[in-house]
């Protein structure tokens, strides 16, 4: 991990990056030689990786520096767990975000892709009539119409209703995006090929052989792109979430938008993208005053809830990116044993098995999920 993402890449004024618990090795009860990449470490994630036995977990969101270790603590909690089954864990978190071709690349290849031409695009919904928002199962009182306030006797007025079934409405459970990498095959998003300029919003200096490195992307299109396209590029490269909240400037119609330049940052974006001048904010989270003192300038914003904004990079690169080089790595580590002096019969185990695996958490998702309105007409206000 030090190699592809060094912890001299990542915020120093706050992040706690670095090897978080270094679990002790013990040959006779030895774990798989696997690792489970996941953004946040939960109870459901350590519980994943005691059951599959991995060795080591990669959180790529960390805690902050801890004073102790306790039971009390539900994240101190599995760190204490993994401890006691001999599982170390590793947090790279914003050193991702700032590595050249790392979470902020990422982002931007979504939003710089391209889907078959004609391209699609989103379409907000027109806002339906008084009589379209009566659902159809919805018995109507002929004389409603032509009885006045003043023919209605007033015990009928005052008197309760209770909630007809009718008006009674069915949600979906709440969806998440999916976890299985971005298969372009089968999305038919081409990432990074829609003609731009990308520069990074706040360097980071003085890493050898990182020189690109910096927090967040700043992208400019050669020929202004539709938001609407936009939209479904984000929903094409992030897993193809039911939903995400999307702002814009009051009196604006989202069909009418022309975006030519887009601030990028994941999670919560308001320190990478507050002052950046760009048509589009793109991140994972925004205040509610902060997206409101955007579209006040006129910006739009389109944010996937915070850790939507992360996962997919898990699978979608840093699963392939790790697996090479730990295979190269734990190669070499193997090569120097052999030529090294004897070895007891549990190490000699431990070092005769060759395989390697990455894998990504299939618990791992964001605390949010969004619940869909099923089988009813559109009611609301369309954005605008």
């Known amino acids: ?16 990056t670095g090897l978080l618990l270094e679990a002790p090795f013990d040959p006779i009860r030895r774990q798989m030689n696997s690792v489970l990449l996941t953004i946040d470490l939960t109870k459901a994630v350590a519980d994943e990786a005691i059951e599959r036995k991995d060795c080591v977990v990669v959180a790529y969101r960390s805690r902050p520096c801890l004073k102790s270790l306790t039971l009390a603590d539900s994240q101190q909690q599995s760190l204490l767990r993994l401890a006691l089954e001999g599982i170390s864990v590793y947090s790279p978190h ?31 919904a027109p806002q339906p009539r008084r009589e379209e928002s009566i659902p159809e199962n919805e018995e109507v009182n002929s004389n409603a119409e032509a009885r006045t306030p003043t023919d209605e ?28 990498p971005v298969d372009t095959s089968k999305t038919d998003l081409s990432p990074n090929c829609v003609d731009h300029t990308r520069t990074v919003i706040s360097p980071v200096e003085g890493v050898e052989g990182f020189q690109s490195a910096g927090m967040g992307r700043l992208i400019t299109f050669s020929e202004p792109q539709p938001l609407t396209h936009l939209v479904e590029r984000i929903a094409h490269g992030v897993g193809s979430p039911k939903g995400f909240p999307l702002a814009i400037p009051q009196g604006k119609q989202v069909e009418d938008i022309q975006i030519r330049t887009v601030g990028v940052s994941a999670g919560s974006g308001h320190s990478v993208l507050k002052g950046v001048e760009a048509d589009l904010l793109f991140t994972g989270e925004l205040s509610h005053h902060e997206a409101l003192a955007a579209t006040e300038k006129g910006q739009c914003v389109i944010t996937l809830f915070h850790s939507n904004s992360e996962r997919g990079y898990l699978s979608s690169v840093l699963r392939e990116k790790l697996t090479k080089v730990l295979k190269e790595e734990w190669e070499r580590i193997r090569n120097e044993v052999a030529e090294g002096e004897e070895l007891s019969v549990e190490w ?37």
């Open 348 to 384: 000699e185990d431990a070092v005769k098995d060759d395989d390697v695996l990455v894998e990504c958490s299939e618990r791992d998702r964001d605390p949010f999920g969004v619940v869909i309105l099923q089988s009813s007409k559109q009611e609301g206000k369309p954005l605008s």
């Open 1 to 16: 991990m030090r190699k592809l993402y060094p912890e001299a890449l990542a915020d120093q004024s706050f992040d706690n």
């Open 94 to 124: 914003t050193a991702v975000d700032a590595a050249p071709g790392g979470l902020a690349d990422w982002l931007a290849d979504i939003v710089t892709g391209h889907l078959p031409t004609p391209e699609p695009a989103t379409h907000t």
């Open 153 to 180: 006797p007033k015990e009928e007025r005052k008197k309760p209703q209770r909630p007809r079934m009718a008006m009674q409405r069915t949600y979906s459970q709440p969806t998440y995006p999916s976890h299985k």
